[in-house]
């Protein structure tokens, strides 16, 4: 359960970066590459819609 907040919060805050022009990580890069950088037209995006996808 608290592997489920934590994941949920990092959206909440990740999709509030996002609206302020940071991205976390790039397409294609492997999870332990990634970094908070200026969101660029390669950069992931948090999805508000993953707020509520609890089953992956």
Avoid: P, Q
């Avoid at 359960?1 to 934590?6: D, I």
């Avoid at 959206?11 to 590459?33: F, M, P, S, V």
């Amino acid at each position: 359960m608290r592997v489920a907040v934590a994941c949920k919060a990092m959206t909440i805050y990740g999709i509030a970066l996002n609206e302020r022009g940071w991205c976390y990580g790039r397409e294609n890069e492997a999870n332990a590459e990634k970094d908070w950088h200026r969101c660029g037209a390669d950069s992931d995006r948090f999805e508000l819609d993953r707020l509520t996808d609890f089953g992956r």
